[in-house]
């Protein structure tokens, strides 16, 4: 929509390596999410249509910590976006899209930014939970152990 004026010749190509940047992000955030659901297919909490393929591959798709610092630089560069595009706006051959696209970035970064900080807290207290649950039952597993080896040294005394 936006026609061929200077202002699209001086953002296009700061447009493209957005789009590239931004194609990264959303296959990092495809493998993690398709991990996710493989571990929780694994772990009983989903159904076989839930998931389509196997899970994680090696350490880097293991957490959403990984994926945090690429959602961060792409938050960054929707600013930079709304930045150069204000910048742009005052220039005579700036048509109205240049503005709205300007507060569209604006609207994008801050309200992913906003999101994901809060997800971060729900996340972190998740694999807190996720730890004590864990920690649970490898206490109840070693205390059935040591009751079980308990009750075959009892048997194995009175065979003596």
Known sequence: IWPDTETWDLFRDQFMWFNAYISVVQYLQFRYQRGQLYRLKALGERHNMDITIEGFHSWMWRGLSFLLPF?????LFQLY????????????SATWHVPVLSIM???????????TVMV???????????????????????????LQDKSEKEDTSKLD
């Open 105 to 115: 970035f604006l609207v994008f970064f801050v309200g992913n930014t906003t999101t």
């Open 71 to 75: 959602l961060f630089i792409g938050y």
């Open 81 to 92: 976006n709304s930045y150069v595009l204000y910048q742009l706006s005052y220039l005579p």
């Open 120 to 146: 971060i807290p729900n996340k972190l207290s998740e694999k807190v939970i996720l730890r004590y649950r864990l920690m649970s039952q490898r206490i109840s597993f070693a205390k059935n152990l040591n």
